[in-house]
DNA sequence: CAACGGACCTGCCTGC
DNA sequence: TGCAGGCAGGTCCGTT
């Protein structure tokens, strides 16, 4: 699911509903996350009150006062607030339980998602260490893009989904930016002009802020915070729909899988 | 380093 | 109807 849409709509949805909340406990189902659930979440959780809900990448950080809590949703994962005595379905994993009877619950049928603990600065985590920009931030621009390309032979779109460049570029956005800009997504990534990062740049930035505005993208898991999917899916240009015709001159898109990945792109709007 | 394939895991859809 | 196979929003890890 969460690319940095879905993550921000999620950190949106909890964060006026969990600050200055204290855990008064923590219900552990099934620690086998992508990577095991602390053994002792509960007893380093509770008692603790929540002070900010932040996001770096796609990771959530909860700052619980000399501590913080790192939760990543993987591929299948969501947040819910939930009213106290909702009996929990299957995958739903971990419940913060919250002075006032509710619990924030995590669901993640393929468990990818991880939840975390650090008393150290979260940038510090081993996770955390080496990302990109965020693309949101002024940093993050084309001439960034294109100093960092030169000499790269990777596809442009694999350039721009990795984290150590840029981070929160899932594959829809990464098509739908591309699409945006009319760079198709095989071309090495070291060969694009400085003109056209600068126009990728603008792209990205613009499918991401128009799809955290829609409540993100819902493929099939993905829910905001009070269980509603999010609505850019029919915002979508081209991701999961190959063989249809291009918005921008009516050819049938091509779907192709690079780096094992679904991709779309029309052949005439991208060179 | 950079690039690439495999791995992790469950559910859903397609085609035989 | 049943079952095998392929695919899905992420990203770490090992190999070349």
Known sequence: MPELPEVETTRRGVEPHLLDRSIVGV????????????GDLPGLLTGRRIAAVRRRAKYLLFDCGGGHLIVHLGMTGSLRLLEAGVPPAPHDHVDIVLDDGR??????????????????PPGEHVLLQG?????????????????????????VKAFIMDGRVVVGVGNIYANEALFAAGIRPQRAAGQIS????????????????????HGGTTLRDFVDSTGKPGYFRHELQVYGRGGEACPGCGRALREVR???RSTVYCAQCQR
């Open 131 to 155: 990302l990109g920009p965020e693309p949101l931030d002024g940093a993050f621009d084309g001439g960034y893009l294109h100093g960092l390309s030169r000499g790269r032979t990777a596809p």
């Open 27 to 38: 219900v552990v189902r099934d620690g086998r996350l992508r990577w095991p659930v602390p």
């Open 258 to 260: 690079l780096g094992q």
């Open 194 to 213: 400085a003109l056209r990062y600068q126009r990728l740049a603008v792209a990205i930035k613009a499918v991401l802020e128009r799809a955290i505005a």
């Open 103 to 120: 619990a924030l619950r995590f669901r993640d049928p393929r468990r990818f998602g991880a939840i975390l603990w650090t008393a150290r």
